[in-house]
């Protein structure tokens, strides 16, 4: 994505694991879609989101936003680059409600277990 916004997405079966490779933007998550429209059975789009939380977002970041939640990135400065996974519900097993519905958090730096990404230019 360069220079663009995105069009408003909510995954309702799905969470998204996000790991901004390269540069940054305004990613706003929770609250509700505006002019929601289902894309297909699972998805939903919209032309924005209104109430969530925006938040500035940059290389090294990364973001979780749990399943049914509305988001959006916004204010791209320059090449954003994102690394994105979507974890569906049913491979989660074991996670439970208070986990599902957790409030999105972000990292800088953060180190996984069991998971290695090597980016060269």
Do not use: C, W
Not at 22 to 33: E, S, V
């Amino acid at each position: 994505m360069e220079g663009i916004d995105t069009p408003a997405t909510q995954h309702e079966k799905e969470a998204e694991s996000i790991y901004v490779v390269d540069g940054a933007a305004t990613l706003t998550i929770g609250g509700k879609l505006i002019g929601e429209k289902r894309t297909n059975p699972a998805n939903l789009t919209g032309t924005g989101v209104e109430g969530g939380t925006p938040r500035h977002i940059s290389k090294g970041d990364y973001i979780f936003v749990p399943e049914n939640t509305a988001h959006a990135f916004t204010n791209t400065k320059g090449r954003l680059v994102i690394m994105s996974v979507h974890l569906p519900r049913s491979g989660a097993a074991g996670v439970d409600a208070a986990t599902r519905n957790a409030p999105p958090r972000s990292y800088r730096g953060v180190s996984l277990s069991n998971f290695e990404l090597s980016v060269s230019t």
